[in-house]
């Protein structure tokens, strides 16, 4: 009796005991919040139902059946996300083109030599000339100011007209339009029995051809005077180096507006026997006195026969006497 009593009171002590288990665990789930985790395309719940607990409960007299609570728990997996990295493609980097553009050097070709002047061939009756003469002298221009120039005597200039008188002669060249005739007079004289030049005569019309900057209807005059080309009569004068002589406006005149070169030059005046040809040379870097040396031997052999001349008279006039004195 005592014994089914105790077992009793066990059994209800396991069933309370059952009950408040079951209830605490009613309201930790109830009360639970699971973590929620989004994916792509799966709508997740929203709330996670509360747990429920059902328990059926049998009493008889004798027996009492405890059904333990259903627990039903929604379990989510996490989708697996993979993410393929994908290599970048290389970074190729161009440098930029350099566009500094540099400034092209413009480079000014100095202007070209004045042409040296051609050899001109010229002979009269009595002078022939072979020469190349070259002119620099100043002019006013268009606009009042002074400038200089460089000229030639063209070869091709011509016999205008000569002179052949006894002590100075002249031969004058022409060249040019018949409207500006430019022209270049050569006067030689004769002084101590040598040949002399002494006189350059120059008459030039600026024309636009040649001076297009000159003042209009301008004529340059220029003269020059002195003792040039001293050559003894019957030779010619020759000098291949280049002379220079200043040229004036007048005669007289101490303002040098020019100078005249002459190169190659070789000349002879008075020349009596119309002939085309030169004459033995006498060459401006030669000897001056060329002509004294065989004077000067004349002169010896000249005295050494005179004395000889002079000593055998005297011998001779001693020998007489004696001849006399033995009779």
């Given amino acids: 009796m005592f014994h089914n009593k105790f077992l009793t009171l066990a059994v209800l002590l396991s069933v309370s005991s059952a009950l408040i288990c079951a209830a605490q665990i009613d309201v930790n789930?109830?009360?639970?919040?699971?973590?929620?985790?989004?994916?792509?395309?799966?709508?997740?719940p929203k709330t996670i139902?509360?747990?429920?607990?059902?328990?059926?409960?049998?009493?008889?007299?004798?027996?009492?059946?405890?059904t333990p609570p259903t627990t039903t728990t929604t379990?989510?997996?996490?989708?697996?996300?993979?993410?393929?990295?994908?290599?970048?493609?290389?970074?190729?980097?161009?440098?930029?083109?350099?566009?500094?553009?540099?400034?092209?050097?413009?480079?000014?070709?100095?202007?070209?030599?004045?042409?040296?002047?051609?050899v001109g061939v010229w002979n009269s009756s009595c002078i022939i000339v072979h020469l190349a003469a070259q002119l620099n002298f100043?002019?006013?221009?268009?606009?009042?100011?002074?400038?200089?120039?460089?000229?030639?005597?063209?070869?091709?200039a011509k016999v205008e007209d000569s002179n052949c008188a006894e002590l100075s002669?002249?031969?004058?060249?022409?060249?040019?339009?018949v409207d500006a005739i430019h022209s270049m007079v050569l006067q030689f004289d004769l002084v101590n029995k040598s040949s002399e030049l002494k006189?350059?005569?120059?008459?030039?019309p600026l024309t636009s051809d040649h001076f297009p900057d000159a003042k209009d209807n301008q004529t340059i005059q220029l003269i020059h005077q002195g003792d040039d080309f001293v050559t003894p009569a019957k030779?010619?004068?020759?000098?291949?180096?280049?002379?220079?002589?200043?040229?004036?406006?007048?005669?007289?005149?101490?303002?040098?507006l020019g100078t005249i070169t002459l190169s190659n030059v070789q000349a002879e005046a008075f020349i009596t026997d119309n002939r085309n040809t030169f004459s033995t040379a006498m060459d401006c870097d030669g000897p001056k006195t060329m002509d004294i040396v065989p004077i000067a031997v004349g002169i010896a052999m000249a005295a050494l026969i005179l004395i000889v001349l002079i000593s055998y008279l005297c011998a001779r006039r001693r020998s007489t006497s004696r001849g006399y004195m033995s009779f």
Avoid at 169 to 177: C, D, E, F, R, S
Avoid at 236 to 255: G, P, V
């Fill in 29 to 44: 789930l109830s009360d639970a919040k699971l973590p929620v985790e989004q994916h792509e395309g799966v709508e997740q």
């Fill in 235 to 256: 030779m010619s004068y020759h000098c291949t180096r280049a002379q220079k002589f200043n040229l004036t406006e007048i005669m007289q005149d101490s303002k040098i």
């Fill in 49 to 66: 139902a509360a747990a429920t607990t059902t328990s059926s409960t049998t009493s008889t007299t004798t027996t009492t059946t405890t």
């Fill in 75 to 118: 379990t989510t997996t996490p989708s697996t996300t993979t993410t393929t990295a994908t290599a970048a493609p290389p970074t190729t980097t161009t440098a930029a083109p350099n566009t500094t553009t540099v400034a092209p050097i413009t480079t000014t070709p100095a202007p070209a030599p004045f042409p040296a002047p051609d």
């Fill in 199 to 204: 006189q350059i005569y120059i008459t030039l």
């Fill in 138 to 156: 100043t002019y006013e221009t268009k606009d009042n100011k002074n400038a200089s120039r460089l000229y030639n005597i063209p070869a091709d």
């Fill in 169 to 177: 002669q002249t031969i004058h060249l022409a060249w040019g339009p």
